[in-house]
């Protein structure tokens, strides 16, 4: 009875090392390709910005980031121009991995603020357990505005 305990015991570690074998790098946690994310999302900074006030007046730029229902925003830097770095960390509970992450610049202004750009990101594109910093471009319909530094961390 206990040589039958000891080869079930056998059976089932050959079976989780066949599985490390064929994968060495990767973590249980990946194979759950429905699991949703929760996000760390810093934005570095950006780059390049579109000038919204003219040849007369710099950006005042910040950010606005949303994952379905839930929105944050960056402080504004006054007369920060065409790059501009904020470091600032949010963190957001994705409720589907159809969502997008999205990022929005703007310029603030005194009357109404200026749309400089937009980026979307898939979030089933991030992965738990995986961090990563990139460069994303921002835009207005095809048009290029600017770019945007992000660091987005998947967590459990």
């Known amino acids: 009875m206990t040589t039958g305990r000891y080869r ?3 059976v089932a570690i050959a079976a989780l ?12 946690v990946y194979f ?5 994310p929760n996000l760390r999302v810093t934005v570095v900074g950006a780059r390049n ?3 919204e006030d003219g040849l007369l007046g710099k950006n005042d730029p910040y950010a606005v980031v949303s994952v379905g229902a839930q929105r944050h925003r960056t402080k ?11 470091n600032e960390t949010f963190t957001f509970t994705a409720q589907s991995t159809e969502s997008d992450l999205d990022l ?11 749309r400089i750009g937009r980026a979307r990101i898939p979030v089933r594109d991030i992965l738990i357990g995986e ?13 290029a505005r600017g770019e945007v530094l992000l660091k987005i961390t998947g967590e459990p």
Request: one cysteine or more; proline letters at 3%.
């Open 104 to 114: 929005q610049l703007m310029d603030d202004d005194l009357l109404k603020d200026d």
């Open 32 to 36: 759950h390709a429905k699991a949703v």
């Open 8 to 10: 079930h015991a056998l």
């Open 49 to 51: 910005l579109h000038h």
């Open 131 to 143: 961090t990563r910093e990139s460069w994303y471009q921002v835009g207005e319909g095809s048009k």
């Open 76 to 86: 504004t830097v006054r007369e920060a121009g065409s790059d501009v770095t904020w």
């Open 17 to 28: 090392l066949c599985c490390a074998a064929a994968s060495p790098h990767a973590s249980p």
